[in-house]
């Protein structure tokens, strides 16, 4: 158990539909990443927040996005799905900003759009 | 951004040892090799971390040679409960973003009985 949580740990929805998806960080962690993870495909970097603030973006769509509340857990929203949107989606949390410290990796949320 | 490259996959069998090689050419100075580890359906975790020569902890291996243009993870005796994907990532220490850390497609792992 990593101490980082995730929910719902399934999700079945349709096209053109919003979801959000939660995370709650480790006790003590500031720093929240959001991951997405199609079928057989790498790990691809969404968005960062650190202590509720954006610090780095990745190949996030429009029609995604996120924010990180004053209890540090987070959200991310996606709207306008697509079947493409299909994925787990992961959460991770790290206790600052180095890109040494250790990612704490939630267990994940499997999107699937019909 | 140092960028770094493994092979796509590897099979071996139980009771082996396995060393997957990361290349990361243009590796930084103040950049660390870190490595983690995927199964199925669950999220990557945390297995080493090195900046030079090795490392060992009670899961792996990790060698760095002198130049640090390479590293290889080692596991020793693996079992089919190693079957995974091992992810290689280079990042700095001083500053940066975790944001640029790349996990790519990593190596899968199939171990076999």
């Known amino acids: 158990d990593s101490g980082v949580t995730q929910t719902p740990k399934h999700l079945i929805t349709a096209t053109g539909q919003r979801v959000t998806l939660r995370c709650s960080p480790r006790?003590?962690?500031?720093?929240v990443y959001w991951y997405q993870q199609s079928l057989d495909q790498g790990l691809q970097f969404l968005i960062q927040?650190?202590?509720?603030?954006?610090?780095a973006k990745g190949n996030i769509l429009e029609r995604f996005s996120a924010q990180q509340f004053p209890d540090l857990h987070s959200e991310l929203n996606l709207s306008s799905l697509e079947l493409g949107d299909s994925a787990l989606y992961f959460c991770?949390?790290?206790?600052?900003?180095?890109?040494?410290?250790?990612?704490?990796f939630g267990p994940g949320t499997r999107l699937t759009v019909l | 951004l140092a960028k770094t490259t493994q092979p796509i996959s590897m099979d071996s069998y139980e009771g082996q040892e396995v060393n997957i090689t990361c290349s990361h050419n243009?590796?930084?100075?103040?950049?660390?090799i870190t490595w983690y580890q995927q199964f199925p359906s669950q999220g990557p975790r945390f297995i080493i971390q090195?900046?030079?020569t090795k490392v060992t902890n009670e899961v792996a291996s990790l060698f760095i040679p002198a130049d640090r243009k390479s590293s290889t993870l080692s596991l020793p005796r693996v079992s089919l409960s190693d079957t995974a994907v091992y992810y290689c990532?280079?990042?700095?220490?001083?500053?940066?973003?975790?944001?640029?850390?790349?996990f790519g497609k990593g190596t899968k792992l199939s171990v076999k009985p």
């Open positions: 991770a949390s790290t206790v600052g900003l180095a890109e040494t410290d250790t990612q704490y």
């Open positions: 243009n590796i930084a100075t103040n950049d660390y």
């Open positions: 090195g900046y030079k």
């Open positions: 927040y650190y202590n509720g603030e954006e610090r």
């Open positions: 006790s003590g962690d500031l720093s």
């Open positions: 990532l280079v990042g700095t220490n001083y500053g940066g973003s975790q944001g640029n850390l790349i």
